[in-house]
């Protein structure tokens, strides 16, 4: 049963157009939520996170939205670059504030064209 | 490169042998987890370790595998008896302590199951 769900496998925008990537969650007792972006031949890297009492987040370009009541997130990254390009994963825990037992979804392939 | 490493790279394995990961934490800190990411999957937990302490195994195979992280020196991840299914690649990541702290990930060993 998978309780991190990226529906979209793979997503291709343009250079300067705005990447929504988005995740849904099965799991009402996951209180973090985070996401991290893989390179090919590296290890995930720490994005940005949000804790479930709050609906938004923002770090530079990218802003993560949650809506609970819908167990949905998203992803957004304005403007999109082509250093973008990689895989996004997105990660909820339920360890009330520990965060080291990520259930992780299956990743988002994006492609930003130059 | 003071981040999280992990040796080897690669590594090909024989049905029946034995195989052994190293992962050497980022300095300073003290937590080490494992996960592993099966082809067309995402990352799942396996075990998080302190020095000389297995915090949580919940999410090791019953059987034929074992992890530790000794007083000295890197933690290890230990499979005995490999078979096809476990090839995967195993990812280390590390923190400071349990806390909220984003976990930061090594590159991960492939390993490959003849």
């Known amino acids: 049963d998978q309780q991190v769900k990226q529906n979209s496998p793979s997503l291709s925008v343009q250079e300067g157009r705005i990447s929504i990537l988005n995740c849904d969650y099965t799991n009402s007792m996951f209180d973090y939520f985070l996401w991290y972006k893989k390179y090919p031949a590296e290890g995930p890297t720490f994005l940005i996170s949000?804790?479930?009492?709050?609906d938004k987040n923002e770090d530079g370009r990218f802003t993560v939205f949650l809506n609970k009541s819908a167990k949905h997130l998203s992803l957004h990254i304005v403007p999109s670059q082509p250093g973008d390009s990689a895989v996004y994963f997105c990660a909820a825990s339920d360890s009330g504030g520990s965060n080291y037992k990520l259930t992780f979804g299956k990743g988002t392939l994006l492609t930003v064209n130059p | 490169n003071a981040g999280v490493m992990q040796n080897p790279r690669h590594l090909v394995r024989r049905r029946g042998q034995e195989a052994r990961l190293r992962c050497s934490p980022m300095k300073g800190h003290s937590h080490v987890y494992w996960y592993r990411q099966l082809p067309e999957e995402g990352l799942k937990f396996m075990v998080y370790?302190?020095?000389?302490?297995?915090?949580?195994e919940s999410g090791m195979p019953k059987e034929r595998f074992s992890a530790e992280f000794p007083k000295e020196g890197p933690s290890i991840l230990r499979i005995q008896q490999v078979v096809r299914g476990d090839s995967a690649a195993y990812f280390c990541a590390s923190s400071r302590r349990d806390s909220n702290s984003p976990l930061h990930f090594g590159n991960g060993t492939r390993l490959t199951v003849t």
């Open positions: 370790l302190q020095k000389e302490n297995i915090i949580d």
């Open positions: 949000i804790s479930s009492i709050k």
